[in-house]
T-cell receptor
Framework: KAGVTQTPRYLIKTRGQQVTLSCSPISGHRSVSWYQQTPGQGLQFLFEYFSETQRNKGNFPGRFSGRQFSNSRSEMNVSTLELGDSALYLC??????????????FGPGTRLTVL | KNQVEQSPQSLIILEGKNCTLQCNYTVSPFSNLRWYKQDTGRGPVSLTIMTFSENTKSNGRYTATLDADTKQSSLHITASQLSDSASYICVVSDAGGYNKLIFGAGTRLAVHP
């Protein structure tokens, strides 16, 4: 079974631009969660989607948004990029809602650099 | 405030030695606790998941313990290998609402030959 895939793996943008990241979960998994990881803050929860509905949201500004499609693939969008948005963005999938007992499987991440 | 604190922040050990990483949490109500291993530049990989009724769980050379009364967990690594060099992250699931996951800052382990 293929693992969680994320595209692109690396991205360089400039301040003010917007970016869309993509995540394809493991086949059969219906939950996709997104996380931001920076050296100073560690892993921080962005949001979780289950069956195309946002089920949980972290404390991030409205510039961060996401969606999930009927095939469970998910996209995350960041508008008006700031230097502080430079981070590793991780996606995780699970069978049920990610925060329950279901095991989460993480993708390799997308490394976003904002110049 | 729900928090997860890990110690030490970083650790250096020699190959073949054992080590123990600590995780203290204040999350309530508690659902489950997970330990992840994250290699540099890669996504975390789950090592163990424990509910409040489980005291210990092993995954190869990794053994996690949980004391739900004192809200403490530990991850013991036996006979360390160079490939154990990674960050180890403790994650606690809050049983309220949609079971939000709360992450610790991680312990960075370096195993030297």
């Amino acid at each position: 079974k293929a693992g969680v895939t994320q595209t692109p793996r690396y991205l360089i943008k400039t301040r003010g631009q917007q970016v869309t990241l993509s995540c394809s979960p493991i086949s059969g998994h219906r939950s996709v969660s997104w996380y931001q990881q920076t050296p100073g803050q560690g892993l921080q929860f962005l949001f979780e989607y289950f069956s195309e509905t946002q089920r949980n949201k972290g404390n991030f500004p409205g510039r961060f948004s996401g969606r999930q499609f009927s095939n469970s693939r998910s996209e995350m969008n960041v508008s008006t990029l700031e230097l502080g948005d430079s981070a590793l963005y991780l996606c995780a999938s699970s069978l049920g809602q990610g925060s329950s007992y279901n095991e989460q499987f993480f993708g390799p991440g997308t490394r976003l650099t904002v110049l | 405030k729900n928090q997860v604190e890990q110690s030490p922040q970083s650790l250096i050990i020699l190959e073949g030695k054992n080590c123990t990483l600590q995780c203290n949490y204040t999350v309530s109500p508690f659902s489950n606790l997970r330990w992840y291993k994250q290699d540099t530049g890669r996504g975390p990989v789950s090592l163990t998941i424990m509910t409040f009724s489980e005291n210990t769980k092993s995954n190869g050379r990794y053994t996690a313990t949980l004391d739900a009364d004192t809200k403490q967990s530990s991850l013991h690594i036996t006979a360390s290998q160079l490939s154990d060099s990674a960050s180890y992250i403790c994650v606690v699931s809050d049983a309220g609402g949609y079971n939000k996951l709360i992450f610790g800052a991680g312990t960075r382990l370096a195993v030297h030959p």
